[in-house]
């Protein structure tokens, strides 16, 4: 069956480390993979969006690599801060209709 | 742009009642999907539309939801009668082009149906 997991528990870290969330998947054959944010209360929010031809993308703090072979993505956010503090998901396009299907998402907390 | 507009924001409602959901667009999208949001289920994808037209309903739970879009603009999502399960957040999110562009999503609406 096609899945998109990503780790339920909450990720809790102390700020200035680099949190990596971990994004996989099974039974899809994306073109490419997006990472949102989403704040309590809130919609999703867009961060960035990963090529199965690009490796690793950068933006900001923000980097994102997508390994077509593993058929997993890694999110990381360096020098986090306390407002770093949300939960992110992974989407992906599930066919050529391009659906955006999304994982359940990871919460991350980042301690002062 | 106001960005994607959702209406409205909180709804509770008795079993068996209609309730419609809205949906305005960023102007010049023309992707717009529905989805509904649990702790349990996480964000799920119901229903999403290209050019107006549904391209894949496979996500509706059953024949209570139907959705619509009249026009380019605007979208609406409709369960009747409901029952407490569909208790949940809906988000609409609209995109520019189906394909590798990013969702914009609206705040959502937060049902309760008692």
């Known amino acids: 069956s096609q899945k998109i997991e990503q780790n339920s528990e909450a990720l809790n870290i102390q700020e200035g480390k680099t949190a990596t969330l971990t994004c996989n998947y099974t039974?899809?054959?994306?073109?490419?993979l997006q990472w949102y944010r989403q704040d309590p209360g809130r919609g999703p929010v867009f961060l960035l969006l990963?090529?199965?031809?690009?490796k690793e993308k950068r933006k900001e703090r923000l980097k994102v690599t997508f390994d077509t072979t593993l058929k997993q993505s890694l999110f990381h956010i360096t020098a986090s801060q306390p407002a770093d503090s949300a939960t992110y998901l992974c989407?992906?396009?599930?066919?050529?209709?391009?659906?955006?299907?999304f994982g359940s998402g990871t919460r991350l907390l980042v301690r002062p | 742009d106001a960005g994607v507009i959702q209406s409205p924001r909180h709804e509770v409602t008795e079993m068996g009642q209609e309730v419609t959901l809205r949906c305005k667009l960023i102007?010049?999208?023309?992707?717009l999907f529905w989805y509904r949001q649990t702790m349990m289920r996480g964000l799920e994808l119901l229903i999403y539309?290209?050019?107006?037209?549904?391209?894949?309903d496979s996500g509706m739970p059953e024949d209570r939801f139907s959705a619509k879009m009249p026009n380019a603009s605007f979208s609406t999502l409709k369960i009747q009668p409901s029952e407490p399960r569909d208790s949940a957040v809906y988000f609409c999110?609209?995109?520019?082009?189906?394909?590798?562009?990013?969702?914009?999503f609206g705040q959502g609406t937060r049902l309760t149906v008692v």
């Open positions: 039974n899809y054959s994306p073109a490419y």
């Open positions: 990963i090529r199965e031809n690009e």
């Open positions: 989407a992906l396009a599930a066919d050529s209709s391009y659906k955006l299907i």
């Open positions: 102007s010049g999208h023309n992707s």
């Open positions: 999110a609209s995109s520019e082009q189906t394909g590798n562009t990013e969702a914009f």
């Open positions: 539309f290209n050019n107006n037209v549904p391209i894949d």
